[in-house]
């Protein structure tokens, strides 16, 4: 008798155990919705703890959605006007508010001297991509980056897709030569190796011939030989300069 009453007691215990098990508590997501566009579901939802939630917003054209909710983060993704939203698991009552704005964004050109970027003020766009032209000035080049994303072909820069405001950011840096010089027989050089040179600077070589001999120039770069010293003339692009010493 003692031991059926053992069990009856121990099943109540489990079941008041078990019915106040946060795991077993159900909570309420509400949607709160504004503006030009729909959900789906339109209602609220009950969800056990630590169950997720699925809502599917369809903006109006030129509309997209903005999020404001306390169910402790979400993902969201974009097809067209459709967005999918996901919950994380859901541990409390809480709100998703939906708002549906108009779809504008600002793309911010920002970019420094020596070069220019057409169009070169912000832009308003909606969801697509945006052209930029990026012209360096001569013996420059262009670097782009910013929040925008995108892709730079030739002188034209192609954003991703703008889901927000954003900026291109375009730096133009002077461009980097080598200068590279090859000594023959019968005398020598300084420098005798690979040197680095901006756009626009100039480079000296001082040649010391054998006894007997003199130097003779060629090569890709341009420059002009007084005595022994070799000046290039501003650098363009990479170059190489021969130097043989003749009787």
Request: hydrophobic share 30%; with cysteine; charged share 15%.
């Amino acid at each position: 008798m003692k031991v059926k009453y053992y069990f009856f007691y121990l099943i109540i215990l489990f079941i008041i155990l078990f019915s106040t098990n946060s795991f077993c508590q159900t909570y309420t997501v509400t949607p709160i919705v504004e503006g030009n566009g729909t959900i789906s579901p339109n209602n609220e939802q009950f969800v056990i703890h630590g169950e997720t939630v699925e809502y599917i917003f369809r903006a109006d054209s030129g509309y997209r959605v903005d999020i404001n909710q306390d169910c402790g983060g979400y993902s969201l993704s974009r097809t067209n006007n459709f967005y999918r939203f996901n919950s994380v698991p859901i541990t409390k009552n809480c709100n998703i508010e939906v708002k549906f704005v108009p779809d504008v964004f600002i793309v911010t050109p920002i970019f420094t001297k020596n070069g220019v970027v057409e169009p070169s003020t912000p832009q308003e766009i909606k969801y697509s991509i945006l052209n930029f032209t990026v012209k360096p000035d001569e013996g420059y080049s262009a670097s782009v980056g910013g929040t925008c994303g995108g892709v730079l072909s030739g002188n034209r820069y192609t954003t991703n897709i703008i889901t927000s405001d954003c900026s291109v950011e375009v730096d133009f840096i002077r461009n980097i030569y080598n200068v590279t010089p090859s000594v023959g027989a019968n005398g020598g050089m300084s420098p005798s190796t690979i040197q680095t040179i901006s756009h626009g600077e100039t480079l000296t070589f001082i040649m010391t011939p054998d006894e007997g001999y003199s130097a003779s120039v060629g090569g890709t770069c341009v420059g002009t030989l007084e005595g022994d010293t070799l000046s290039t003339g501003q650098k363009f692009c990479n170059c190489q300069k021969f130097f043989h010493f003749y009787q």
